[in-house]
């Protein structure tokens, strides 16, 4: 939360493709829209995460997708990705919730938190 933006960066971002696994988890454009937007800082949070060692990207792997497994019994949809932002937030404050989308777009990309879509063939 500290850093600041870093206009003259190098790093190409491109964005993934999880146009389906959006829909299939029934987030808006609105939701999708932030988790794109906290994707495009994931250069940030891979550069402090490698810095600390695996161990801090493996346990807050396992916490988020803890809070997910637990949320997504209870809510779905934007709700569901409100919820986890809530209880990951130590305040409701933009600052502490933006920095969690960007940890949530992390674990969404790597399908850790929400469900991939089911392929041609899959059940």
């Known amino acids: 939360m500290l ?3 870093n206009a003259k960066s190098n790093y190409k971002i ?3 493709n999880w146009e389906d696994k959006i829909k299939f988890n029934n987030l808006s454009s609105e939701t999708a829209g932030l988790l794109n937007s906290g994707y495009t800082h994931i250069q ?3 550069e402090y995460l490698s810095n600390n060692g695996n161990f801090l990207a493996d346990a807050l792997r396992d916490q988020i997708n803890d809070i997910y497994c637990q949320e997504r019994n ?3 949809g934007d709700d569901l990705f409100w919820a986890i ?3 990951l937030s130590p305040k409701s ?3 502490y919730q933006i920095t969690v989308i960007i940890i949530m777009s992390k674990y969404f990309e790597t399908c850790d938190i929400f469900e991939e879509p ?3 063939g899959e059940k």
């Open 14 to 16: 491109t964005l993934p």
């Open 93 to 95: 404050q933009s600052m």
């Open 118 to 120: 089911l392929k041609e």
């Open 44 to 46: 940030s949070l891979e």
């Open 3 to 5: 850093l600041p933006l």
């Open 74 to 76: 209870k809510n779905h």
């Open 85 to 87: 932002v809530e209880r």
